[in-house]
């Protein structure tokens, strides 16, 4: 007995309907979807290439200012040894540290701290 190719086809094999207009549009939807995505995937990138950049900018700059600090910090403390190495040197023979103090009188008896007022010439 001969087979109907149309029933053994439609019993062994499922067909996909046809595309309707809704698998279309969301086919279309789920394209865009994805182009928004990529674009939004490579802006975000492109941000965190900058954000790095310009860390990169500031350690190098925050780098030179530790350097800087730092030739700072030992010429200083070259100046410090040399002022203590001069101070050193002259305390003995220092004629201030050596007599004793003059006393309060003499030191502010010639300041007077109540002044007349004095009116300015007008021209």
């Known amino acids: 007995m001969p087979h109907s190719s149309d029933s053994s086809d439609s019993s062994s094999f499922s067909q996909s ?5 809704q ?5 279309m939807r789920k394209v865009q979807r ?8 490579q802006k975000s990138r492109l941000r ?7 860390l990169h900018l500031e350690s190098e700059d ?7 600090l ?7 403390t070259e100046e410090m040894k040399h002022f203590a190495s ?3 040197s002259h305390e003995p ?23 007349p007022h004095i009116s300015s010439p007008r021209f």
């Open 17 to 21: 309907p046809p595309p309707s207009k």
């Open 23 to 27: 698998d279309s549009s969301d086919d």
């Open 34 to 41: 994805r182009e928004k995505n990529r674009i939004a995937a």
């Open 48 to 54: 965190q290439t900058q954000k790095a950049d310009t």
């Open 62 to 68: 925050l780098e030179r200012q530790n350097a800087a």
């Open 70 to 76: 730092r030739r700072e910090i030992k010429q200083l």
């Open 86 to 88: 001069m101070l050193s």
């Open 93 to 115: 023979l220092c004629s201030i540290l050596t007599s004793p103090p003059p006393p309060p009188e003499v030191l502010y008896a010639t300041h007077s701290f109540h002044q």
